[in-house]
Structures are given as C-alpha cells and as structure tokens.
C-alpha cells in the first residue's frame, strides 16, 4: 500500500473544501463577509479550526484502527448506532454533492445562458465515472488540480483586489441575524462542521494510508493555509467589488468584470473546483457503501445517486446553500464534540 505524503494530503483536504460556495464567494459572503470586520475575524479563526478538526478525525481513525466515517463517531461496536450515523453523514454528503451540481448549472446559465440541466446533467455522468473508481483516482484529481485552483483563484482575486479597491473596500456588514446566522462565531463554528463532514469521507479512509502522526499534521496545515491564502484573497476581492455580491456566483462576476477571457477563466476554474468538491463528496459515500455492504461495483451507486442528485439541483444553488451548509452544520457541531471525546477517550486506553 502507498503513503500519502503531506502535500497530497493537504491538497486532498483542500480540495474537498474548495467547492462551488468557496470558490464562487457565496458561501465565504453568506457565513463571513456579510458581518464585517468580525466576519474577517470568524474566517480566519474558522480556517485554523479546519485543520485542527482534520487532524482530530483522522488521528481517532488512526488510533482507534477504524477507517469507515461513521466509526470515528461510534467508536464501539454497536451496529444500530453506527448505522444512524452512517446515514446522517451520508445524507449530509449527498447534500453537498447536489449543491455542487446545481452550482454547476448556475454558473452556465449565468456566464452563457445555457438552461441549467444541461450541464448539471453531464456534470453528474463525469462525477459518478470518477467517483466509483475509489480513493486512489480521486488522490491524483486532487494532487493534479489543487495547485492550479490555488494559483488561478489566487491571482484573479488580487488582481480584482487591486484593480476595484482604487476607491476603497467595503467592509459594512449586511447580514441580518437569523435562526441559522445569529452571530459571526455561530457562522464559524457551523462552516467548520459541514466543511470537515463534507471531507469526512475521504479523510477517514485515507488516515489508513498515512504513515505517522506528522504526516496528518503537516498535511492539514497546508491544507489549511491553502484554504486560508484563496478564500482571504477572495474576501479582499468582494470587498473592493461589492456589486459582485447580487450574482449567485460573485467571483465569476467579478472575473467577468476584468474582461470576458477571464471570465472564461475562472468559469473553467470554477468548474474544477465543484468537481473536486463533488468528488468529495460522492466518493466518499460510494466507498463508505461499498464498506458496509456487498455489492462492490461502484457504478451501482454513483449513478444513481448522481440522477437523484440532478433532479434536486432544481432547487437553486443559493438557496441551497442557506438552508443545507448551516442545518448540518449544527449537526456536524456534535459530530466534532463526539469525536474530540473519542480522540482522549482512545488515548487514555492506548
């Protein structure tokens, strides 16, 4: 069995991250930017939290010998309880996976006016291929496409940065507090727990191949400071270009702002990134099912998940992301409790 070394595993980890809300900006404005400087505050916070979350999951599974996502919950044998958890996690995966879908659909819609379902749908066929051919395709996706997203994202970002903040940045908060947004440090929290349960099911099988303890540390670190270099450049951004924020994509219309070829660029980035996300995600359920049951051909589940997918895109990617991100969110706020007594729990019995 090969080790995954620190750099691909910190590109594995920020590719489950960088998604179509990353990227896009939708999901940094809804849970960070529309509070302010606080939000600022929260998102940095968040960021280092990320990868002290990624390095928790994966050292229970690395502890505890168990390397399906639901045990790193259910630490102990107990076949019900695991399998609510199981569902719970693979119910919040699929979730994301029709968020990436429907961002999909959007982006084209937005950038070309073609009718969302046509993309959607060819999305979903590439994404259930990938998916079903396991853990070590989507490693080489994610080792291949990391570095590219993280220097285009990066470098279109600061240039809108410079090119739209001549007049200033505008950094007013516009959130209005809710049940699912009623302060910056809630948003925080909730981003860091749908974000690790989104990675969680590539994460935990991958501590199986991970040789030492430094290994998950260094590779959550850079996967972290990946995901801390995009998304800050990104906050700049949309503060210099707050127009942006009507899109449902505001970085795509922020780059198309820069000229239509960049456009065209982050468009193409942006799709990158959704796929990584969406593979994620949908890999991450079809090698958990294969797990826990006997039919091994992952084709069998990524297809048809990836229809059920495609027909519930037609909710709309914001909306979408309003009411999913933060409601498992909450959720996955246990999730991380559980595991963090879990992680002394095995290393007082070790």
Same mark, same amino acid.
């Given at each position: 069995?090969?080790?995954?070394?620190?750099?691909?595993?910190?590109?594995?980890?920020?590719?489950?991250?960088?998604?179509?809300?990353?990227?896009?900006?939708?999901?940094?404005?809804?849970?960070?930017?529309?509070?302010?400087?606080?939000?600022?505050?929260?998102?940095?916070? @968040?960021?280092?939290? $990320?990868? #002290?979350? +990624?390095?928790? %999951?994966?050292? *229970? =599974?690395?502890? &505890?010998?168990?390397? /399906?996502?639901?045990?790193?919950?259910?630490?102990?044998?107990?076949?019900?309880?695991?399998?609510?958890?199981? @569902?719970?996690?693979? $119910?919040? #995966?699929? +979730?994301?996976? %029709?968020?990436? *879908? =429907?961002?999909? &659909?959007?982006?084209? /819609?937005?950038?070309?006016?073609?009718?969302?379902?046509?993309?959607?749908?060819?999305?979903?066929?590439?994404? @259930?291929?990938?998916?079903?051919?396991?853990?070590?395709?989507?490693?080489?996706?994610?080792?291949?496409?990391?570095?590219?997203?993280?220097?285009?994202?990066?470098?279109?970002?600061?240039?809108?940065?410079?090119?739209?903040?001549?007049?200033?940045?505008?950094?007013?908060?516009?959130?209005?507090?809710?049940?699912?947004?009623?302060?910056?440090?809630?948003?925080?929290?909730?981003?860091?727990?749908?974000?690790?349960?989104?990675?969680?099911?590539?994460?935990?099988?991958?501590?199986?191949?991970?040789?030492?303890?430094?290994?998950?540390?260094?590779?959550?670190?850079?996967?972290?400071?990946?995901?801390?270099?995009?998304?800050?450049?990104?906050?700049?951004?949309?503060?210099?270009?707050?127009?942006?924020?009507?899109?449902?994509?505001?970085?795509?219309?922020?780059?198309?702002?820069?000229?239509?070829?960049?456009?065209?660029?982050?468009?193409?980035?942006?799709?990158?990134?959704?796929?990584?996300?969406?593979?994620?995600?949908?890999?991450?359920?079809?090698?958990?099912?294969?797990?826990?049951?006997?039919?091994?051909?992952?084709?069998?589940?990524?297809?048809?998940?990836?229809?059920?997918?495609?027909?519930?895109?037609?909710?709309?990617?914001?909306?979408?992301?309003?009411?999913?991100?933060?409601?498992?969110?909450?959720?996955?706020?246990?999730?991380?409790?559980?595991?963090?007594?879990?992680?002394?729990?095995?290393?007082?019995?070790?």
């Amino acid at each position: 069995m090969a080790y995954i070394t620190p750099l691909r595993l910190g590109f594995m980890m920020a590719g489950c991250v960088l998604g179509a809300g990353f990227v896009s900006g939708q999901e940094l404005y809804q849970f960070f930017s529309s509070y302010g400087p606080l939000g600022i505050v929260g998102f940095i916070a @968040a960021m280092l939290l $990320l990868g #002290l979350a +990624g390095v928790l %999951i994966m050292r *229970v =599974a690395q502890i &505890g010998g168990i390397f /399906e996502m639901d045990g790193v919950i259910v630490t102990e044998n107990r076949p019900f309880l695991r399998f609510l958890v199981g @569902a719970v996690e693979s $119910l919040m #995966l699929f +979730g994301i996976y %029709i968020i990436m *879908v =429907a961002g999909v &659909g959007s982006m084209t /819609e937005q950038l070309f006016g073609i009718p969302p379902y046509i993309a959607a749908g060819i999305f979903c066929l590439v994404a @259930a291929v990938l998916s079903a051919n396991g853990i070590a395709a989507l490693s080489r996706f994610f080792s291949l496409c990391v570095p590219i997203l993280t220097v285009v994202a990066l470098g279109i970002a600061l240039t809108g940065a410079v090119r739209f903040g001549g007049d200033g940045f505008s950094l007013a908060p516009t959130n209005v507090p809710s049940f699912f947004f009623p302060h910056f440090s809630v948003s925080a929290v909730l981003y860091v727990s749908y974000s690790i349960l989104g990675a969680i099911g590539i994460l935990v099988p991958v501590a199986a191949r991970t040789e030492h303890k430094k290994t998950v540390w260094l590779g959550m670190a850079i996967g972290a400071g990946l995901l801390t270099l995009v998304g800050g450049s990104i906050l700049l951004a949309l503060a210099a270009y707050p127009e942006a924020l009507s899109a449902s994509l505001p970085m795509l219309a922020l780059a198309s702002a820069l000229g239509a070829p960049v456009g065209y660029i982050y468009a193409v980035l942006l799709l990158l990134a959704m796929l990584g996300a969406a593979l994620s995600c949908l890999g991450g359920v079809c090698v958990y099912l294969k797990q826990r049951l006997p039919v091994q051909n992952g084709y069998l589940y990524a297809l048809p998940l990836s229809l059920l997918a495609f027909l519930s895109s037609f909710f709309g990617f914001g909306n979408l992301i309003s009411v999913i991100y933060p409601f498992f969110g909450y959720l996955g706020t246990v999730a991380i409790v559980i595991v963090l007594i879990n992680y002394f729990r095995l290393k007082k019995g070790k």
